[in-house]
C-alpha cells in the first residue's frame, strides 16, 4: 500500500528566508502525481504545487517550488521569501496515475510558523 | 471554491445518534470523496464516488455510509454516531482538466462534528 510520510511535525522560519518542508512515499507505481496542499487557520485546503511523475522537470508556482527525486521518492516543498501568510499547514499527498480515481493518500502535515 | 458547500458547517451530537453531513457541488464534476481530518493522521479517506449511485470505500470507511442520487449531491451518514468520529470532515472533487493527466482535487470548507 502507498504510504506518505511527513517526518517534520512543526517547522519555524523567518520572515523573508527560505524554508523546506520533507516529504517521503512509498509507491511501486511508475506513473502518479504528487501534490502539496497549504491549509491556514481558516480550515481551507489550498493547493499548492503539483508534480507528475513522468515529468524530470520539478514544478514552481511564484514562490514555492518542489524537489522531486523519484528514485529516492522524496518530493520536498521549498518556499522562498517566506511571507506571515504562509503560516498554515502543510500537507504532502500521492495520487495513483492508473485507474486515476482522484483518491488521495496524506502525509502527517507539517505546522509552519513564519515569524516577523 | 469550486463551487462546494458543506452543511453543516458545524455539529455536536450525542453518542448513538445518526448523523448525515451535506456536500454539494454546483460544477457537474463526477468524482466526489469525503475524508476526515484528526491530528497526527493528515486526511484519510472515508468514501468516494464516481457517478450518480457509484460510491466504493476508503481506507477509513467503518461506521460510514455514503448516497449519491444526484450528481451535485454527496451526503456522509454516520449511522449511529461514535466519540472516535469527532473529526473535521471534508468534501472534495475532483476538477478534470483538458487530459487525463490533468487532475486536481479541491475541496469545501470542512464540517467540524464532535460526539459526546
Known amino acids: 500500500a502507498q504510504t506518505v510520510t511527513q517526518s517534520q511535525p512543526e517547522m519555524s522560519v523567518q520572515e523573508a528566508e527560505t524554508v523546506t518542508l520533507s516529504c517521503t512515499y512509498d509507491?511501486?507505481?511508475?506513473?502518479?502525481?504528487l501534490f502539496w496542499y497549504k491549509q491556514p487557520p481558516s480550515r481551507q485546503m489550498i493547493l499548492v504545487i503539483r508534480?507528475?511523475?513522468?515529468?524530470?522537470q520539478n514544478a514552481t508556482e511564484n514562490r514555492f517550488s518542489v524537489n522531486f527525486q523519484k528514485a529516492a521518492k522524496s518530493f520536498s516543498l521549498k518556499i522562498s521569501d517566506s511571507q506571515l501568510g504562509d503560516t498554515a499547514m502543510y500537507f504532502c499527498?500521492?495520487?495513483?496515475?492508473?485507474?486515476?480515481?482522484?483518491?488521495?493518500?496524506f502525509g502527517q502535515g507539517t505546522t509552519l510558523q513564519v515569524k516577523p | 471554491d469550486a463551487g462546494i458547500t458543506q452543511s453543516p458547517r458545524h455539529k455536536v451530537t450525542e453518542t448513538g445518534t445518526p448523523v448525515t453531513l451535506r456536500c454539494h457541488q454546483t460544477?457537474?464534476?463526477?468524482?466526489m470523496y469525503w475524508y476526515r481530518q484528526d491530528p497526527g493522521h493528515g486526511l484519510r479517506l472515508i468514501h468516494y464516488?464516481?457517478?450518480?449511485?457509484?460510491?466504493d470505500k476508503g481506507e477509513v470507511s467503518d461506521g460510514y455510509s455514503v448516497s449519491r442520487s444526484k450528481t451535485e449531491d454527496f451526503l456522509l451518514t454516520l449511522e449511529s454516531a461514535t466519540s472516535s468520529q469527532t473529526s473535521v470532515y471534508f468534501c472534495?472533487?475532483?476538477?478534470?482538466?483538458?487530459?487525463?493527466?490533468?487532475?486536481?482535487?479541491?475541496f469545501g470548507q470542512g464540517t467540524r462534528l464532535t460526539v459526546v
Open positions: 499527498a500521492f495520487s495513483h496515475g492508473s485507474g486515476n480515481t482522484g483518491k488521495l493518500i
Open positions: 472534495a472533487i475532483r476538477r478534470q482538466g483538458a487530459g487525463v493527466m490533468n487532475t486536481e482535487a479541491f
Open positions: 460544477e457537474n464534476h463526477r468524482y
Open positions: 508534480q507528475e511523475a513522468y515529468k524530470q
Open positions: 464516488s464516481y457517478g450518480v449511485k457509484d460510491t
Open positions: 509507491t511501486s507505481e511508475n506513473n502518479y502525481y
